[in-house]
Nanobody, 118 residues
């Protein structure tokens, strides 16, 4: 599976941004999909994930109520809608494919930079 992110950029605090991830290769619908991020000087952390059947989702406490993950299996796409962005959301965001709610990640995208200015 190849994953390619897009949609990152520079935004002001309080604004919104949507990240997209295009998947190609093996059967997309058989994978759990999600987003991780790595901020400056921080470890990579899971932000949001959705199970292969869309029946379960996970959100980090820091983004609950602000971020929404969604997937379109017909288009092999996964999205991360980010609302009310904060400077602490600044990070490289990575799309990932794996098992369940990404307890195991099998594939990573190359990452897209999101910078939130105060």
């Amino acid at each position: 599976v190849q994953l390619v992110e897009s949609g990152g950029g520079l935004v002001q605090a309080g604004c919104s941004l949507t990240l997209s991830c295009a998947a190609s290769g093996r059967t997309f619908s058989s994978f759990g999909m999600g987003w991780f991020r790595q901020g400056p000087g921080k470890e990579r952390e899971s932000v949001a994930a959705e199970s292969c059947d869309g029946g379960s989702t996970y959100y980090a406490d820091s983004v609950k109520g602000r971020f929404t993950i969604s997937r379109d299996d017909a288009k092999n796409m996964v999205y991360l809608r980010m609302n009310r962005l904060k400077p602490e959301d600044t990070a490289v965001y990575y799309c990932a494919a794996g098992r369940g709610l990404l307890s195991v990640v099998d594939y990573w995208g190359q990452g897209t930079q999101v910078t939130v200015s105060s």
